[in-house]
């Protein structure tokens, strides 16, 4: 199985940026992405990216602030996230190969790195 470890993470102010990592330790097969959750609250989809149709996707909530972008030579998923906001605090999640119905189960995940942003 694929194992994932998230770097990136840091208590930074609101409007400044951070960039997730999530390195891969054997190769996923369809897919990587991010997820999120903050205390007391559902987990929630970032953005995904699909290797054999090359596409990548940023849920709406996110677009325009957050990239995803995959380094295939490093084996490396990241997570490029601008203009910060206090509600974007929560711990991220890096996940490989996951199923979807009928909710997000299986596939790899990561330990999580924290991302906690002041106003």
């Known amino acids: 199985q694929v194992q994932l470890v998230e770097s990136g993470g840091g208590s930074v102010a609101a409007g400044e940026s951070l960039k997730l990592s999530c390195k891969a330790i054997?190769?996923?097969?369809?897919?990587m992405g991010w997820f999120r959750q903050a205390p007391g609250k559902e987990r929630e989809g970032v953005a995904r990216?699909?290797?054999?149709?090359?596409?990548?996707h940023v849920e709406d909530p996110f677009k325009g602030r957050f990239t995803i972008s995959h380094d295939k030579a490093e084996n490396t998923l990241y997570l490029q996230m601008n203009n910060l906001k206090p509600e974007d605090s929560a711990m991220y999640y890096c996940?490989?190969?996951?199923?979807?119905?009928?909710?997000?189960?299986?596939?790899?995940w990561g330990p999580g790195t924290q991302v906690s942003v002041f106003s």
């Open positions: 996940a490989a190969d996951w199923m979807e119905l009928p909710k997000v189960h299986g596939g790899s």
């Open positions: 054997g190769f996923p097969r369809y897919s």
């Open positions: 990216i699909w290797f054999a149709l090359d596409k990548t």
